[in-house]
């Protein structure tokens, strides 16, 4: 039960890091290349992978302490928990950063140009960002319209004004 949660935590944080760092190669958002792109998750995500490790490390020490009737039998529980927390956190902050900056090596615009043609099937489809209701059509030997599943703008998938 320990190992899901330290595998729980450090998964949700190496995701946390991932989805910051593909935010940063977005052109929009300055289209940094992956290496840097890592670099700027790791800072920016230090401080909140941090406290989420520190958080359940504290929540584990007293029964790593074994204190109280019977707490030396899930002692050992606990200090193997903390023990892979600190790893997973280790992983999280100095793996995860490298590995992604050796795989995604190519740049978000040459893999978007890429599309689909190179694999024998139509380029992407274009899509419709005006606020009424999004459809996207696609040039192939039928044409169909395919609701768009997150029409408008970002403030209309959350119900947020824009």
């Given at each position: 039960?320990?190992?899901?949660?330290?595998?729980?935590?450090?998964?949700?944080?190496?995701?946390?890091?991932?989805?910051?760092?593909?935010?940063?190669?977005?052109?929009?958002?300055?289209?940094?290349?992956?290496?840097?792109?890592?670099?700027?998750?790791?800072?920016?995500?230090?401080?909140?992978?941090?406290?989420?490790?520190?958080?359940?490390?504290?929540?584990?020490?007293?029964?790593?302490?074994?204190?109280?009737?019977?707490?030396?039998?899930?002692?050992?529980?606990?200090?193997?928990?903390?023990?892979?927390?600190?790893?997973?956190?280790?992983?999280?902050?100095?793996?995860?950063?490298?590995?992604?900056?050796?795989?995604?090596?190519?740049?978000?615009?040459?893999?978007?140009?890429?599309?689909?043609?190179?694999?024998?099937?139509?380029?992407?489809?274009?899509?419709?960002?005006?606020?009424?209701?999004?459809?996207?059509?696609?040039?192939?030997?039928?044409?169909?319209?395919?609701?768009?599943?997150?029409?408008?703008?970002?403030?209309d998938w959350c119900g947020c004004p824009a």
């Amino acid at each position: 039960m320990g190992c899901i949660m330290a595998i729980g935590v450090a998964t949700s944080n190496s995701i946390l890091m991932i989805t910051f760092a593909n935010e940063q190669r977005q052109p929009a958002l300055g289209g940094h290349d992956a290496r840097s792109a890592a670099l700027l998750a790791g800072r920016t995500r230090l401080r909140p992978v941090l406290m989420t490790a520190l958080a359940m490390l504290l929540g584990m020490l007293p029964m790593s302490l074994g204190l109280g009737e019977g707490g030396e039998q899930n002692a050992p529980l606990g200090r193997a928990v903390i023990g892979g927390l600190l790893v997973a956190t280790f992983y999280t902050l100095f793996f995860v950063p490298i590995a992604y900056s050796v795989l995604q090596r190519t740049p978000m615009a040459t893999v978007r140009q890429r599309g689909e043609t190179e694999r024998g099937r139509d380029p992407p489809a274009a899509v419709n960002l005006s606020r009424g209701p999004a459809t996207r059509t696609m040039e192939s030997s039928s044409r169909f319209a395919v609701p768009d599943p997150l029409p408008g703008s970002p403030g209309d998938w959350c119900g947020c004004p824009a």
